[in-house]
């Protein structure tokens, strides 16, 4: 067996291995806020990519948003709602301590036990 082949033979079949190493990436979306904090990160993009979207691409930049996409081997997929659903100025003491006191209960006097007559 001449070494030329088997060294071809051994280059192709790393290069196949890396090739498919490559082909479980996907494309990543993470959407960024005008004070750096992820807000949006999943595999499908959060707006119009294409000519069409051009207006509400313009409106990200106004709000000081940053959109940033890359491949990736993992998107977990993380959406955060503002609003009524959900608060971005929930205060850490307000979410801990609970809405009111808790109700004490009023101290009931102990019923008299009935005594017996020793045996």
């Known amino acids: 067996m001449r070494p030329i082949p088997a060294l071809c033979a051994a280059v ?9 190493a490559d082909a ?5 979306y993470v959407l960024f806020d005008r004070t750096e904090n992820v807000v949006y990160r ?14 509400e691409r313009e409106a990200m930049r106004q709000r000081g948003e940053f959109l940033m996409f890359m491949d990736a ?9 503002t609003g009524y659903a959900g ?18 209960q009023a101290a009931t006097p102990a019923a008299p036990r009935a005594t017996r007559a020793p045996r």
Not at 42 to 55: E, H, N, R
Not at 73 to 81: D, K, M, N, W, Y
Request: charge should be negative; charged fraction near 25%.
């Open 42 to 55: 999943d595999v499908f993009p959060p707006i119009d990519l294409s000519d069409a979207g051009k207006a």
């Open 12 to 20: 192709t079949a790393a290069t196949l291995a890396l090739a498919a």
């Open 73 to 81: 081997e993992h998107c977990p997929r993380l959406e955060f709602l």
């Open 24 to 28: 479980r990436a996907v494309m990543c």
């Open 87 to 104: 608060n971005v100025a929930v205060r850490l003491d307000e979410t801990l301590s609970p809405t009111r006191p808790p109700a004490r």
